[in-house]
């Protein structure tokens, strides 16, 4: 296999990553609805830990599309 | 990757490139006004504008002044949240931070496109504009927790109540935590902007290139297409707006750290 195709190749397995990120991204959301459903009260609350919860979960799946942009166009 | 006839180019929209085409040269550097520090520039007489607008000092606020006052109590309150009493002196910072993020990523998002040969720059997009800004960020921390502390800092990193016996192993895993906060920080909102874009771009590609195949293809490929680039704008919008809270709320948590060490 020739050095492009790999890299073609290699970018194509990293986008799985963000495959896996949107499960991360959709697992903080969902336990969040499904806990404010229960105490609606106490939702409002904790508004700022879901976004910390996201950012940290969305960085790491953006990751995996860093390495794709890398071996597209640096490498 | 140049682009051929069809084929879709992505990134010709990141590039830097000087407004009128010719390059400013001063002394072996390139000094000239690029479209990256045309948006920035608008971006702060945008901000300017709406802060100008809600400094009349009303005792009943009118709109402009109720929006402007909106933000500005929200960055308080989140930092008051985060940091507790003393975290409203960082306001100023965080603020200024919060509104230029959100400012610049809405400018990259206006539909200038439609005027052919113009296209709107998104200055977040490039990490050496977000990594600037996430150094400025964390060198605000160590200033402020090393001039508060001295060296009983560095007790940050060894949390409550941890066995002696792992003190040192404890120690280096929360300093390289530590130190990744910089580059986290930058990268997110790197990514975020570019990712969003790309997209955009490829599905506005499809849309064109199913125009030029024809009347069958067009309705197949180009109209769901351009659905969908309407829903991603929306998105799009509301990543930008998540981003720049996201980079405030935890450069003012990172502040908690500093200033609240345990």
Redesign the interface.
Known sequence: MDAEAAKLFGAGLAAIGLGLAALGVGNVFGQFLSAALRNPSAADSQQ?RL??G??AA??LG??A??IA?IL??VA | MAAEAGKIDPMHQFLVEPLFGRHLMLGGYDVSFTNSALFMVLTLGALWLFMLGGMRRELVPGRWQAAVEGFTGFIGNMLQANIGPEGRKFTPYVFSLFMFILIANLMGMIPIGVVPGLHAFTVTSHITVTGLLAILSFSIVLIVGFSRHGFHFFSLFVPHGTPVVMIPLMFVIELLSFLVRPFSLGLRLFVAMTAGHILLKVLAGFVVNGLNAGPGIAAIVSIPSFILMIGITLLELLVCAIQAYVFALLTSLYLNDAVNLH
């Open positions: 700022g976004f910390i996201f950012a969305e960085l953006l990751l599309f860093v942009m597209l166009f």
